[in-house]
Nanobody
Framework: QVQLVESGGGVVQPGGSLRLSCAAS????????MAWYRQGPGKEREFVAS????????YYGDSKKGRFRISRDGSGYTAHLQINSLEPEDTGVYYC???????????WGQGTQVTVSS
């Protein structure tokens, strides 16, 4: 079992920035990747970005690479998602996940709400 705890969400004005964090604990294998997904109001959950635990190789969803940046703390199991130039369309619940592959989905966090509003 793996536990994931997200933090860093909140209300931000358009054009602002946020840094989300996800701390993983439990039975974690080095072949895993950590990822961020998001689900906007009335929308399906979509893949944002992932990072491998070995080599910190990153993957991004369609049109996500410019304003989104995923990173990891050293050799630990905390991943971050930096979001710049936030737009109202970025509003939603951001979920952290961990597992195998570029779009891991074995374990999920509870999510953190991001609201972009003036």
């Amino acid at each position: 079992q793996v536990q994931l705890v997200e933090s860093g969400g909140g209300v931000v004005q358009p054009g602002g920035s946020l840094r989300l964090s996800c701390a993983a604990s439990g039975e974690i294998f080095t072949i895993y990747s950590m990822a961020w997904y998001r689900q906007g109001p009335g929308k399906e959950r979509e893949f944002v970005a992932s990072i491998t635990l070995i080599g910190d190789v990153t993957y991004y969803g369609d049109s996500k690479k410019g304003r989104f940046r995923i990173s990891r703390d050293g050799s630990g199991y905390t991943a971050h998602l930096q979001i710049n130039s936030l737009e109202p369309e970025d509003t939603g619940v951001y979920y952290c996940a961990i597992g195998r592959g570029a779009t891991p989905d074995a374990y999920w966090g509870q999510g953190t709400q991001v609201t972009v509003s003036s």
